[in-house]
């Protein structure tokens, strides 16, 4: 169904973002003489792969293409499970459901901002003298 590919698609998305994000927590904690603590290859994978896969993944996928789904393909399942529980149900689970995602955007926002001006980032770049750019 409609829904279960929205899922599918929203864990693949976050999921890709994450891979990237784990590789970056790899490369900075690397021990200091390791290839992966290199300034080069620590900033090309801060810039070239986890900010733009977070960005597209978090801030461009789940607000624009899953959100808008669940917002207005959502009525057809709505109204199934008004008919099997109770009419007040669909309306608090697409509340309950809309906020979460609300909050997951939200935080993904912090998580952002936290991802461009990351404090180990900064020190292993002025540690080695590699000019930011």
Known sequence: SGLRRL?????F???L???FLQLLQVS?????NSWWRKPEVVLFVHRALTVPTFVYCRLIVLPFVLWRSALFESQEWLEQIAK???PGWAEKLY???NGSLCLIFALNLVLFRRLLFHPHLK???????CVSR
């Open 13 to 15: 998305t976050l999921e």
């Open 28 to 32: 900075i904690y690397a021990p200091e």
């Open 17 to 19: 973002s994450s891979v």
């Open 84 to 86: 099997v529980f109770s």
């Open 123 to 129: 020190q292993i770049v002025k540690q080695k003298g």
């Open 7 to 11: 899922g599918a698609v929203g864990i």
């Open 95 to 97: 509340t309950m459901f």
